[in-house]
């Protein structure tokens, strides 16, 4: 079994600081598991509430890729317990997507993933699974941008349906980042002069700075 690092506890430390009512531990992947997941370390993060359920987890949404400093592209991956062993489903999206779960019924899951196509178009979109997860399909896109990288938050807890999750977004080499703030229907629309906080000075210095 292959020990877990000095720089993946300061990791675990790292995560824990930012959470009160969610832990994540450092848990090994089952040996008939980890010999179909390549040359991946045997070991990977995953979250509990602090106050646990009875039972195991039935899903599992794991990121697989360089970690660390390395900061290598990840491909997101669904598991299931079953009740009797975890099965491996689909990629889900592009690789280098990220997002947050929601579970409506434990036979419908839905993703919302922020990741970049092949055609360098960043979005942040739904994708739905109404068979217990077994396929997941692209659903509505909230918000597109090209040559644009989005980072997402989790899904706020209680949230209106209009403002479900904060979301940068950086286009090509800007200097700066938009925030959004995007729910069921969209990005919340507000008047272009109550959005812009930049100053004349500032934008004028971001331009000297691009043509250096």
Not at 79 to 104: M, N
Request: proline content about 4%; some cysteine.
């Amino acid at each position: 079994m292959q020990s877990v690092d000095y720089e993946a506890n300061e990791t675990l430390i790292e995560i824990n600081d930012r959470f009160k009512n969610f832990r994540v531990h450092i848990v090994n992947w089952p040996d008939e598991l980890q010999n179909n997941l390549g040359k991946l370390k045997e070991y990977a993060y995953m979250g509990f509430p602090k106050n646990k359920p009875s039972g195991k987890l039935p899903l599992l949404v794991a990121l697989h890729g360089a970690g660390g400093k390395a900061k290598g592209p990840k491909q997101m991956t669904h598991y299931r317990w079953t009740g009797h062993k975890w099965t491996k489903g689909e990629r889900l999206g592009p690789p280098e997507a990220d997002g947050d779960i929601r579970v409506s019924s434990p036979g419908n899951v839905s993703l919302l993933l922020a990741y970049k196509n092949d055609d360098k178009t960043g979005e942040v979109a739904w994708w739905t699974s109404a068979d217990g997860d077994q396929r997941f399909k692209k659903g509505k896109v909230l918000i597109h941008g090209k040559k644009t990288r989005f980072a997402i938050t989790s899904i706020i807890r209680n949230a209106h349906p209009d403002a479900i999750v904060v979301v940068a977004g950086k286009k090509g080499g800007s200097d700066f980042t938009k925030m959004y703030l995007l729910g069921d229907n969209g990005a919340c629309q507000r008047a272009k002069a109550d959005a812009d906080q930049l100053s004349a000075s500032q934008k004028t210095a971001s331009k000297r700075t691009k043509q250096k």
